[in-house]
């Protein structure tokens, strides 16, 4: 409809508006902003800088130099993030990465779900790794056992299975059902 230098060589495909944008997916289509590539069967991107929407059915919505690459994963806005694993999701925030199938990050920087439905809420170079596990907020905090979570704090792991550590520094909850509530070590 409009824009400059867009191209749309997909079958089905749209480019509606922006500059420099690529829709070469099969029905994938671009809106607007620049230097956007919708390369995934079905793919889209709204807007922003240099995304690119690579998995079959992805989207990303704005923000600049996003990775949607697992199959119908997303990414709403942000900032150098990575939705790769299947189903997943980032909504914002800076270089987080949302790997596990099903696995999704809210905001922040630097943090990873790469657990299966794990999740990290925000805070800073937070790790999701185990299934289902999730980590609220804070900073370097490590969810690796099965079902696991940490609240926030700073430099805090749960590591055993269903464990938990809601806050503090340094602490570890190493056993099968273990909790720490906060505190130091």
């Given amino acids: ?18 500059a420099k944008n690529l829709a070469s997916g099969t029905h994938s289509s671009v ?12 793919s889209a991107i709204m807007g922003g800088m240099d995304n690119l929407a690579e998995g079959g059915h992805s989207s990303i919505s704005g923000g600049e130099g ?5 199959t119908l994963s997303s990414i709403s806005g942000g900032e150098l ?15 987080s990465e ?5 696995s999704s990050v809210s905001g922040g920087s630097g ?3 790469s657990g299966l439905m794990s999740s990290v809420s925000g805070g800073g170079t937070n790790q999701a790794t185990g299934e289902y596990s999730s980590i609220s907020g804070g900073y370097h905090g490590k969810a690796f056992g099965s079902k696991s ?21 340094l602490n570890r909850a190493r056993s099968m059902w273990t909790s720490i509530l906060g505190g130091k070590k």
């Fill in 98 to 102: 949302a790997s596990g199938k099903h």
């Fill in 111 to 113: 943090n990873t779900a």
């Fill in 1 to 18: 409809s409009g824009g400059k230098s867009n191209v749309a060589s997909g079958e089905f495909s749209s480019v509606t508006g922006g």
């Fill in 66 to 70: 996003n990775d949607a690459t697992g």
């Fill in 81 to 95: 993030n990575i939705a790769s694993g299947s189903y997943s999701s980032i909504s914002g925030g800076y270089t």
């Fill in 149 to 169: 979570a940490v609240s926030g704090g700073s430099r805090n792991t749960a590591s055993g299975q269903m464990s938990s550590v809601s806050g503090g520094h």
């Fill in 31 to 42: 809106s607007g902003g620049s230097g956007n590539i919708a390369e995934g069967e079905g």
